[in-house]
């Protein structure tokens, strides 16, 4: 019987990818198909491979083997297209400790061009920094971290959002304002792929749900 | 997003992080200042032997300045994992080089002009070619030494041991870039009656051009995967 996803525009088109760190394989012969608009759970223990599968979708790392297509481009050839529209909410927040909230948000906006600069009040205002605005980084506690980066995520506009545990670090306030950024990343048609722990909460966001374990995909 | 207006981007962000700590520039100033005392303290107390070694000793202050202060460039890169955040938005690579590059050359050139007084008094002498040839030496050390350093420094970062790795990649590829700066700054010092001024600055700037093109040609490769 045909692959139904065969041919078809895919968000994301994972083929075979493993992942070693030195001796260790941190994915193996893992695939994954995912069309523009798809919500994917990512489950596992901690070191199953969650983290580095969000790494290799975004091209902060090569795999190792296999062959990965974001939105038709390849990985391996053309990295600065697929970044252009993916965006990772990770365990790192990729942000300066030195510069305020705005500033580093600026920053980010005038890599991205002049369009993004508009974005920057009402984004920091939608994740409530917007009085801290001017505050370093340095004076900010996890969970406002947390709320910056989920801005710096939102103002990418991306068609592909990889959020490796996005409630981790947030207050019950912010963990329900971060279900809302999701749900309106998914009516807004942005293909997601969510690693979490807390299955309920991400069961409730996504519509399919992707298990590994020890780099390999146990249930699909 | 083109290249040096990326570029222009990342060297305002690197000035910005720079203009609201400036731990870095007092940290450098400090350090370089003891440096070029300590010269003048651990060296012969014959004047016209520290005056003849003037240009050495400051270079040398500039030198060791410039590791702390592109590990430093780097280490602010590291924390957050920042880089990965530039490479994602994206910043095209050689834009991030660039960008890092001019800024460290930039505090260099600042550091070596601060410096300049200091050594005028402790080591006794005077500008006989005149302060702007010093300011264009100055600029061309300062950008032979930030080109190569700048794509070292983002090697080491990833190393356990960065701050001694640091320097052993990058003393002896600076040596003819050294050896040039010195002889060009001793001889706007000292007066260039032999007219050997042009052939140093020359070399400076072949060191520049090939080190230069270099680190934007190579960077990309460095920092992905």
Redesign the interface.
Known sequence: MPDPLEGAGLAVDVQDVSKRYGRRWALAHVSLQLRPGDSLLLTGHNGSGKTTLLKVLSTTIAPSLGAVKVFGSDAKVDREAIRRRVALLSHANYLYEDLSAEQNLRLLARLLGDDAQAQVPTLLDKVGLKARAAHAVREFSAGMRKRLAVARLLLKRPQLALLDEPFGELDPAGIAQMEGIIRDLKTGGTTLVLATHLVEQGQALCSRRLHLSEGRVAQQ | ?NILR?AW?ILA?DM??EW??RARLNALLFFSLATLFLFSFAGSSDTSLLRQNAAGYLWLAVLFASVLSMGESFR?ES????L?????????PRSIYLGKAWGNAILLWTLAVVLVPFMIVLYDVSLTMGLPRLLGTLALGALAISAPGTIHASIASNARARDVLLPVLLFPLLVPALLSAVRATALVIEGDPMDQLTSWVRLLIVFNVIYWGLGFALFPRVI??
Do not use: Q, Y
């Not at chain 2, 924390?79 to 920042?82: D, F, G, M, Q, V």
């Not at chain 2, 990965?84 to 910043?91: S, V």
């Open positions: 997003m990326g981007v962000k910005l992080i609201r700590t602010i924390e957050n994992s920042a990965d955040g530039l490479r994602l938005a994206p910043a095209d992905e995967d």
